[in-house]
């Protein structure tokens, strides 16, 4: 199972960090996604780290977030910095035993609740 938290509002410009939990699962053997879901939009990918730790950003976000993961913790955080009106969204932590990453929704077996995230202008 899967959990997100840390959401909520901030300004524009300002900087906000959702992280994702495993219960009953080892993210080591896991490559995890960050996706969001804005009002009317589809869900779009955001970011990922395969099972060797090594992250991949959608061009959006790209010098913004971060995606890090702790291994020991069984946490993985994405840190979201310079947020703009278009990051507002709810944003979902998703995994699976894939080797690398991909950007289709449809690709990872493992979902998380979503939590949201509201950039105020």
């Known amino acids: 199972q899967l959990q997100a938290s840390g959401g909520g509002l901030v300004q524009a410009g300002g900087s906000l960090r959702v992280s994702c939990a495993a219960s009953?699962?080892?993210?080591?053997?896991?490559?995890v996604a960050w996706f969001r879901q804005a009002p009317g939009k589809e869900r779009e990918f955001v970011a990922a780290?395969?099972?060797?730790?090594?992250?991949y950003y959608s061009n959006s976000v790209k010098g913004r977030f971060t995606i890090s993961r702790d291994n020991a913790k069984n946490t993985v955080d994405l840190q979201m910095n310079s947020l703009n009106f278009e990051d507002t969204a709810v944003y979902y932590c998703?995994?699976?035993?894939?080797?690398?990453?991909?950007?289709?929704?449809?690709?990872?077996?493992?979902w998380g609740p979503g939590t949201q995230v509201t950039v105020s202008s």
């Open positions: 998703a995994a699976d035993h894939r080797t690398t990453y991909s950007v289709y929704e449809s690709e990872y077996a493992y």
């Open positions: 009953g699962r080892t993210f080591i053997t896991y490559t």
């Open positions: 780290s395969n099972r060797a730790g090594y992250p």
